[in-house]
């Protein structure tokens, strides 16, 4: 019996521990039959103190008090009046909320980790200097949405953004390679509370304009004005409080998910290719079609990372590795394809500011995908530890920062706005 087994090792920490970890539930059940036997033993009394141990149940009442909340709802008020802009002056709507309403949302955030965190000096400065830098750059582009560079410059605005938001939540250990990976879960979890939040507004929405609407008052058109375009600027803010604030960074959604969809996705982009393939359709020839495969690659190269960041570096699974390290492999075939793709665009119709972005990206990918395959075949082979493939994983991260700023501020003066 697996109690006579608890007995029998008595003091012996180090066998207790293999066996609770042997199977956690039979060792909880057997210890209460071990502790009849021998009720005063120091080393039972621990384990059942250690088992039957729960963590306080902190209010959420008293975790959104104060100044806690204060900060955060402040950010989203004067974000709302940001946003507010074009309805308060005569601005031209589509220019702004293409060029602003994302870049308004990431300084929020970036203000708020700043206010959570302490930054030495000179991260402060990059910070404050990178979010000018951006605002002015997005002002000073003409008005000209024919011009691809333009345009791309627009593009890759967030992204340049959302850098120094890596950078305002990694605060002075952004060397870290495990405090990037902290950033990269915090990008996974907000997405899910975002959209949960968002579901909730759309039945909350509908409900109200529905309500109103028994009593002959039409308030469509100035709920989706004013309330529901507030909701959409204080989501991101939102969640990020509920996911730093309320559950402490502690929330697992986002791993526990694409642990579940990697082998999904995993089966569907094979089965694309091979269908591809059978179809003989080419991303070489059809622009429209190689945009799509490239938004298929960055989906999946979202999925990878994300599946190693859920990745039980302690206890690793040999089949979820297995599937993880296949869909690098087709992650990788992806990218090729879409590379050779590129490459062959350029030789048939020359530069343009679309292909060299394209090019760009997908050399940095490529790059990228290599380096994890590398860590990831190793880590499965058992050559290194598993601290060099998070490295791997989450090395890119400033060079996707600064090939944006270059897209955003070089290409449109490389290629003169066109």
């Not at 791309?152 to 939540?169: D, K, Y």
Request: hydrophobic fraction near 55%; include cysteine; aromatic fraction near 12%.
């Amino acid at each position: 019996m697996l109690a006579n087994k608890i007995l029998i090792r008595g003091e012996d920490s180090l066998g207790l521990e293999r066996l609770y970890r042997s199977d956690p539930a039979k060792f909880a059940g057997h210890l209460e039959q071990a502790l009849q036997h021998n009720p005063e033993a120091p080393i039972l009394k621990f384990w059942q103190a250690r088992l039957e141990y729960t963590e306080p149940v902190r209010a959420i009442s008293m975790a959104v008090t104060g100044r806690q909340i204060c900060y955060p709802a402040l950010l989203c008020l004067l974000a709302v009046l940001l946003v507010r802009i074009p309805a308060l002056f005569e601005v031209n709507e589509f220019w702004f909320y293409t060029r602003f309403a994302p870049l308004i949302v990431f300084a929020a955030l970036i203000f708020y980790f700043s206010h959570q965190t302490s930054h030495r000096k000179s991260i402060k400065v990059f910070m404050i200097g990178g979010v000018m830098t951006t605002g002015i750059a997005m002002a000073w582009l003409p008005d000209n949405y024919q011009s691809s560079s333009v345009v791309m410059a627009i593009i890759h605005a967030p992204l340049v953004m959302w850098s120094l938001l890596g950078l305002a939540f990694t605060s002075n250990a952004w060397r870290s390679a495990n405090t990037r990976l902290d950033y990269l879960r915090y990008n996974g979890e907000v997405c899910i509370f975002i959209a949960m939040i968002f579901l909730g507004g759309i039945v909350l929405t509908g409900l109200t304009i529905a309500l109103f609407g028994l009593i002959q008052l039409n308030i469509g058109q100035w709920y989706l004005n004013n309330v529901v375009l507030a909701g959409l600027v204080s989501a991101p803010i939102l969640a990020t409080f509920l996911y730093n604030e309320i559950l402490g960074r502690k929330s697992r959604f986002a791993s526990t998910i694409a642990n579940i969809f990697t082998p999904l996705f995993l089966i569907t982009v094979v089965i694309y290719l091979l269908t591809m393939a059978i179809q003989q359709k080419s991303p070489f020839s059809d622009r429209e079609f190689l945009i799509l495969f490239n938004g298929l690659l960055i989906l999946v190269l979202g999925m990878t990372v994300f599946s190693v960041c859920g990745r039980n570096h302690d206890q690793p699974s040999r089949l979820v590795d297995s599937i993880n390290l296949a869909l690098v492999c087709v992650t990788l075939m992806v990218n090729f394809i879409a590379l050779a793709a590129i490459l062959y665009r350029f030789s048939e119709w020359g530069l343009s500011p679309n292909r060299v972005v394209v090019l760009g990206a997908n050399v940095l990918i490529f790059g990228h995908l290599i380096q994890i395959l590398k860590a990831y075949s190793d880590v499965f082979r058992g050559k290194i530890r598993a601290e060099k493939l998070i490295e791997a994983t989450v090395a890119y991260l400033p060079i996707y920062g600064a090939w944006a700023i270059i897209v955003m501020i070089a290409l449109p003066i490389v290629f003169r706005f066109a």
